[in-house]
């Protein structure tokens, strides 16, 4: 596609449910990254791929967050058991391959609310 | 532990004013240096980015100066309009990962 593509943009759960946030890069990008980004603050690291594989996932805050990515390309993001401080937009972006100079390329995000 | 840090928080400035957006580094191995800008319920956007070997880069209105001794640099924006009016966010990239600043409120006003 044009950009980088995520869904849902915008969710509403309810505490404790599960929740899968997708991301879809541009196309040719090998490089897949997962932001957090709260209510007027900074932008929080979570996990990068590159190709399937997940070798930095120092950024995820607890084991009821988890990422995958399939055929290098689609990336699902999934919490677990979902707590208000969950609350926050999740941003996926992508790039074209490693390495320092390659542009990094946000969807829009997916705003997610636990009430 | 941020590695890159921002400042001021927000700021706000009149029409035709030049606000100026300050960050910092401590990590050396840092080689790439982007601006990037967000407007409300839209993803970040790269505005403008350096590298350490130059000193300032203009491209339209906005320009970055950076001064690699003192692991500084810093976002101005001429002739600022209200269209301008967003969040701003430094960051700075080694190999895969990118580090984000806090970000900074620009208000621009009429």
């Known amino acids: 596609g044009a950009g980088v593509s995520q869904s849902p943009s915008n969710k509403v759960t309810e505490k404790g449910k599960d929740v899968e946030l997708r991301c879809d890069p541009i196309?040719?990008?090998?490089?897949l990254y997962w932001y957090r980004q709260s209510l007027g603050q900074g932008l929080e690291f979570l996990i990068y791929?590159?190709?399937?594989?997940?070798?930095?996932k120092s950024g995820l805050p607890s084991d009821r967050f988890s990422a995958e990515r399939t055929g290098g390309s689609v990336s699902t993001l999934t919490i677990q058991r979902t707590q208000q401080e969950d609350s926050a937009v999740y941003l996926c972006?992508?790039?074209?391959?490693?390495?320092?100079?390659?542009?990094?390329?946000f969807g829009e995000g997916s705003w997610l609310t636990v009430v | 532990q941020q590695q890159v840090k921002q400042s001021p928080q927000s700021l706000i400035v009149q029409k035709g004013g030049i606000p100026i957006i300050n960050c910092a580094y401590e990590?050396?191995?840092?080689?790439?240096f982007p601006w990037y800008q967000q407007f409300p319920g839209k993803g970040p956007a790269l505005l403008i980015a350096?590298?350490?070997?130059?000193s300032e880069k203009k491209e339209g209105r906005f320009t970055i100066s950076f001064n690699k001794s003192a692991k500084q640099f810093s976002l101005h924006i001429m002739d600022s309009q209200p269209g301008d009016s967003a969040t701003y966010f430094c960051?700075?990239?080694?190999?895969?990962?990118?580090?984000f600043g806090a970000g900074t409120t620009v208000t621009v006003r009429a």
């Open positions: 972006a992508s790039r074209p391959s490693r390495g320092a100079g390659n542009t990094i390329y």
């Open positions: 196309s040719g990008h090998t490089a």
């Open positions: 791929f590159q190709g399937n594989s997940a070798p930095d």
């Open positions: 990590n050396t191995a840092f080689d790439y």
């Open positions: 350096i590298r350490p070997d130059v």
């Open positions: 960051a700075a990239s080694s190999d895969y990962k990118l580090s």
